[in-house]
């Protein structure tokens, strides 16, 4: 599928990053030239410097071959708008957009948007993440398709130390896109073997994020 992903930020990249790993076709727009620089020298020409409100910015981007556009950035009236465009001008067949405020949730869905994402847990991660108790954290929930994002830390007493990824046990719900492990990205298949220290990109049913936190953590 070709998926854009409007706003390069810490959820953009994290589910851009996940996407490019499990085969997709993915393009980043971003504002911030900083930003741009930096998914580019992780993630190669993946990322597009321009306002993902702009029809200019998103003809150019290819939008009207896109199956899935994302629009994650801290604002929702940009979220709403690029989701709108998406729609209405390109024809996508389907938006997905954040919502920074609980209470706009309700005009989101009036106004056509497939899917919101809540930015709680994506904040909730920003604090997490200081916190190294905390080896489970949530990037974002997809609350119309009932998925979660989650990133898991693999600690020394990790019950899956050892194990291939095959013999865990993990729910047929959950898919396991990509592995950091020491600054290098790795796509994991049946026989990887996670080492203390490892990171764990996870995608799965909100059902089985207590499974998965047995499994990995224990």
Do not use: W
């Amino acid at each position: 599928m070709y998926i854009i992903v409007i706003g390069g930020g810490k959820v953009g990249y994290y589910l851009a990053k996940s996407l490019i790993y499990a085969g997709n076709e993915v393009l980043i727009i971003e504002r911030d030239v900083k930003k741009c620089t930096t998914i580019a020298e992780e993630l190669g020409s993946v990322v597009l410097n321009g306002d993902g409100c702009n029809p200019r910015i998103l003809k150019e981007s290819g939008m009207a071959r896109a199956d899935v556009v994302v629009a994650v950035t801290g604002g929702d009236e940009v979220n709403l708008v690029a989701c709108q465009i998406a729609k209405r001008y390109f024809n996508v067949p389907r938006t997905v957009a954040r919502i920074n405020n609980p209470k706009n949730e309700a005009i989101f869905k009036r106004l056509g948007i497939d899917a919101t994402v809540s930015s709680t847990d994506a904040i909730l991660a920003q604090i997490e993440q200081q916190l190294p108790a905390r080896a489970l954290v949530h990037l974002l929930s997809l609350r119309s398709a009932s998925v979660e994002f989650l990133e898991i830390k693999i600690a020394s007493d990790s019950p899956a130390l050892g194990k291939p990824l095959r013999d865990l046990g993990v729910p047929t719900d959950v898919i396991l896109p990509l592995v950091l492990r020491d600054g290098n990205s790795i796509i994991p298949h049946g026989g990887t073997i996670l080492e203390a220290g490892d990171e764990v990109i996870a995608v799965t049913s909100p059902q089985s994020v207590d499974v998965l936190r047995r499994l990995l953590v224990g």
